[in-house]
């Protein structure tokens, strides 16, 4: 569902030139690697039939520690971007923050349809993406009141800051979340 997402936010950028839209599109694209490695890993495991637990590991592992590598890099590139972006205007918002409102719609729903699922019938998977939409739709929230801002007084000194601010929380959110994977992945072979 929100494999479209880093091509709608990218065509967004030719439109407006906020560093939280740039930290969205890199935030988006990252998770969509992730999803697509992940996706790569799971069929790789499945198609073959074979059990071999070292090998699933091994995968698991690698598939791990490349996503989580893939977004604290991203994450350091959208900070680097934020601080040194140059303080000029930012453009039409507009379909970045049209975007952002559709992620925070669909991910809060998500979110609560996992946390749901997983209160009647427990399940680790469950909890783990209830968690995971309920962290993108936080983002996705900081996202759009940061291009709110901005699509409302594109002019003033404080849309800088606020734009400044939301790209900085957009990148804290992958390098966390990169580290969090890094380390699933090498507690994997322990």
């Not at 930290?23 to 495991?45: C, H, K, Y």
């Not at 979110?111 to 680790?124: A, T």
């Not at 469950?126 to 929230?141: E, G, M, N, R, T």
Request: aromatic share 6%; proline share 4%; net charge positive.
């Amino acid at each position: 569902m929100s494999s479209p997402g880093p091509i709608v936010v990218g065509v967004a950028l030719f439109f407006g030139r906020s560093s939280t839209q740039l930290a969205d599109f890199i935030r988006r694209t990252a998770e969509l690697v992730s999803i697509i490695v992940s996706w790569i890993v799971f069929r790789i495991l499945h198609k073959s039939g074979e059990q071999d637990v070292g090998r699933k590991q091994k995968l698991e592992r690698t598939a791990n520690i490349s996503v989580g590598v893939a977004m604290c890099l991203s994450g350091a590139a959208m900070l680097f971007i934020a601080f040194l972006a140059p303080d000029t205007q930012k453009g039409n918002v507009i379909p970045g923050l049209v975007i952002a409102l559709l992620g925070v719609t669909a991910n809060t729903l998500f979110c609560l349809r996992y946390r749901k699922l997983n209160r009647e019938k427990p399940d680790s998977i469950l909890a783990a993406q209830s968690k995971l939409y309920c962290a993108k739709s936080i983002v996705d929230a900081c996202v759009t009141i940061s291009l709110t801002f901005v699509a409302a007084a594109p002019a003033t000194p404080a849309a800088r800051y606020v734009d400044l601010v939301g790209s900085i929380i957009v990148a804290i959110y992958l390098i966390i979340n990169g580290i969090i994977t890094i380390i699933t992945g090498n507690d994997m072979v322990r």
